[in-house]
């Protein structure tokens, strides 16, 4: 077996690098590989996948209708303290991919992914019987960070499952429970809070998790190479000299040298954010795209229930328009980005991380108009002016579309253009989950001084910094960048 080559920090990348430009091995052509899968049991993985990373997004938002209920139940006045109680979930789902990311490098993502979920049933449990508010925001934090494994590890196992041309559609499945489960969490929480005691919003929410572990712990299989490779050389007798090229997969033994590549490893993600320009403004942008989503959430009460009268399941409902701009943008920038990607790879005559970067500059434009509005005025303009309450979904809705369409290509932009994927997406993780959690925090008191219109005009102006010039100096300029970061792959076939 040919000598694993090293990473220039130290470490030695995931045995899948032949993705990334390694020496083709027999790795490549065995029907064990991941890659080479049939398509059945690809979609089976990226189905229970995709179902993991749906029920986490709920979990984070499904009291957001009832913040007022809350507020009641445990005689809190203090608006920060109600806001915290809802975004404190993204605190450690913010800290948390650090942790799960070198776990799943170190011992594989199924049984990350099945632990992790089963931790997100228990604290939820925990906060359905939380005698004070102060037990439930610690139930409500914990419960964040086993919630923030799915979203590390998704992108991970994409790539294990997939090449880079074909791998759209399949993190459009992962990309779409981030943005659909926000709006699914809400309905459900509403309807729930409107017939039943606060108690039940969080055990039902703990039963549809215990579902995603029913329907995953028989089907989700091992999907991390160098993992299923330690299996066949013990397997094959050729277990020492696989250990002597991967120390940190070995068991029960060197647990100094496992802590020193667990260190290193859990601080990849804060030096890739900083040593690499463009992983700090694509995570910066994604960071704001994923704050204003959260931001729009706790103004929903706000908003549908003082402008338009709205109960506790209306609110819920509200909610619909951004599930349905994430569902469009799914089906349609999935196939449009596949599409784009191979146009543009036929074209140059080689597969490029910045072919997908037209998706995400098309993407960029949604955002702000949803936010703003043109011609007419939506979300924050359309509540300011007392337009009809459809005006405000519609803005979601396009919004969600716009956020998806530039999410789905960021995401596979870092797969492809970093040796450590999982690494790489927990850098955009960490960042985008610790950016929301503050911003809920100062919403009412940003939107009580500006207002609706004028604080979303602000907002989207901020989305239009962010989000159109860089990426098309990425395109343009990408691939130099990468050629002079270490922890880029300069190129990839």
């Known amino acids: 077996m040919a000598k694993a080559s090293t990473d220039s920090d130290g470490s030695t990348p995931p045995l899948f690098a032949s993705e990334k430009g390694a020496v083709a091995s027999a790795w490549d052509v065995d029907q064990r590989n991941p890659w080479n899968w049939s398509l059945k049991r690809k979609w089976t993985a990226t189905g229970v996948v995709g179902l993991y990373t749906l029920v986490a997004p709920?979990?984070?938002?499904?009291?957001?209708?009832?913040?007022?209920?809350?507020?009641?139940?445990?005689?809190?006045?203090?608006?920060?303290?109600?806001?915290?109680?809802?975004?404190?979930?993204?605190?450690?789902?913010?800290?948390?991919?650090?942790?799960?990311?070198p776990l799943?490098?170190?011992?594989?993502?199924?049984?990350?992914?099945?632990?992790?979920?089963?931790?997100?049933?228990?604290?939820?449990?925990?906060?359905?019987?939380?005698?004070?508010?102060?037990?439930?925001i610690a139930m409500r934090l914990f419960a964040g960070f086993f919630g923030s494994a799915s979203m590390t590890?998704?992108?991970?196992?994409?790539?294990?499952?997939?090449?880079?041309?074909?791998?759209?559609?399949?993190?459009?499945?992962?990309?779409?429970?981030?943005?659909?489960?926000?709006?699914?969490?809400?309905?459900?929480?509403?309807?729930?809070?409107?017939?039943?005691?606060?108690?039940?919003?969080?055990?039902?929410?703990?039963?549809?998790?215990?579902?995603?572990?029913?329907?995953?712990?028989?089907?989700?299989?091992?999907?991390?190479?160098?993992?299923?490779?330690?299996?066949?050389?013990?397997?094959d007798g050729t277990l020492q000299e696989f250990l002597e090229e991967h120390p940190e997969l070995a068991s029960g033994s060197n647990w100094s040298l496992k802590a020193e590549i667990f260190w290193k490893n859990i601080t990849r993600p804060t030096v890739l954010l900083f040593q690499?320009?463009?992983?700090?403004?694509?995570?910066?942008?994604?960071?704001?795209?994923?704050?204003?989503?959260?931001?729009?959430f706790s103004t929903f009460p706000l908003i549908f229930k003082e402008h338009y009268g709205f109960d506790t399941g209306g609110i819920g409902l509200s909610y619909l328009g951004v599930g349905v701009g994430s569902v469009i943008a799914a089906v349609t920038s999935s196939r449009f980005g596949d599409r784009l990607y191979q146009h543009l790879s036929t074209r140059d005559g080689e597969q490029k991380p910045e072919h997908?970067?037209?998706?995400?500059?098309?993407?960029?434009?949604?955002?702000?108009?949803?936010?703003?509005?043109?011609?007419?005025?939506?979300?924050?303009?359309?509540?300011?002016?007392?337009?009809?309450?459809?005006?405000?979904?519609?803005?979601?809705?396009?919004?969600?579309?716009?956020m998806m369409t530039a999410w789905l290509p960021i995401q596979l932009y870092v797969v492809d253009a970093f040796v450590f994927a999982a690494s790489a997406s927990s850098t955009l993780a960490f960042f985008r989950s610790l950016v929301a959690f503050a911003f809920p925090l100062f919403a009412r008191q940003m939107f009580d001084k500006l207002g609706l219109g004028p604080g979303n005009s602000l907002l989207a102006g901020l989305a239009i910094v962010l989000g159109i010039p860089f990426p098309i100096w990425l395109y343009f300029h990408g691939e130099q960048m990468r050629k002079r970061n270490k922890h880029s792959i300069s190129r990839f076939t």
């Open 356 to 402: 997908r970067i037209p998706a995400l500059i098309i993407g960029s434009f949604f955002c702000p108009v949803g936010l703003l509005q043109v011609p007419s005025t939506w979300y924050g303009w359309s509540v300011h002016t007392e337009t009809h309450w459809i005006m405000p979904i519609i803005g979601t809705g396009i919004f969600a579309f716009g």
């Open 276 to 296: 690499s320009l463009i992983l700090f403004m694509l995570s910066s942008y994604m960071a704001f795209l994923y704050a204003l989503n959260y931001l729009m």
């Open 104 to 136: 799943t490098e170190m011992y594989g993502r199924t049984s990350s992914l099945h632990v992790a979920n089963i931790g997100l049933v228990a604290f939820n449990l925990g906060c359905a019987f939380s005698p004070n508010i102060n037990v439930l």
């Open 58 to 101: 709920m979990s984070s938002v499904i009291m957001a209708p009832a913040l007022d209920l809350i507020a009641l139940e445990y005689g809190v006045r203090n608006s920060t303290i109600i806001g915290m109680s809802l975004s404190i979930f993204l605190l450690l789902f913010a800290i948390g991919p650090l942790i799960w990311a």
């Open 153 to 235: 590890i998704a992108a991970g196992t994409i790539s294990d499952l997939f090449s880079p041309a074909d791998r759209a559609s399949a993190m459009a499945i992962c990309a779409l429970g981030p943005l659909f489960g926000p709006a699914v969490g809400p309905i459900v929480g509403g309807f729930v809070a409107k017939s039943y005691p606060i108690k039940w919003i969080f055990i039902v929410m703990a039963l549809i998790a215990a579902g995603a572990s029913v329907v995953g712990l028989p089907l989700l299989r091992e999907t991390y190479s160098p993992v299923l490779r330690k299996r066949l050389a013990i397997q």
